[in-house]
């Protein structure tokens, strides 16, 4: 069987293809830069759901990392990273 390549540009590019995700406490910062500073008035149902979602993807983002940091390493026989070496 012969050798994947797989270089730090194909990883980049990888990464570069995943669509980011859409959180509404994002958009609404984005769309109201100055709702940090505490002057914006917003509904508080949205402010609620805003809040909501943020916690909850923190909170995926850190089961993620921990599932992550307890994998078993798997070596990969038959790819090589062109930058380390063949």
């Known amino acids: 069987m012969g050798s994947i390549p797989f270089g730090m540009d ?17 958009g609404l910062l984005a769309q109201q830069p100055h709702l940090i500073t505490g002057t914006a008035r917003l509904p508080r149902e949205t ?6 979602e943020l916690v909850a993807y923190t909170g995926r983002c850190t089961a993620a ?11 990969l026989l038959t790819a090589s990273v062109l930058e380390f070496g063949a």
Request: with cysteine.
């Open 65 to 75: 990392a921990r599932h992550l940091a307890n994998l078993t390493p798997i070596p």
């Open 10 to 26: 194909a990883l980049r590019d990888c990464l570069l293809s995943i669509t980011p995700v859409e959180l509404k406490g994002m």
């Open 47 to 52: 402010l609620v759901e805003a809040v909501t």
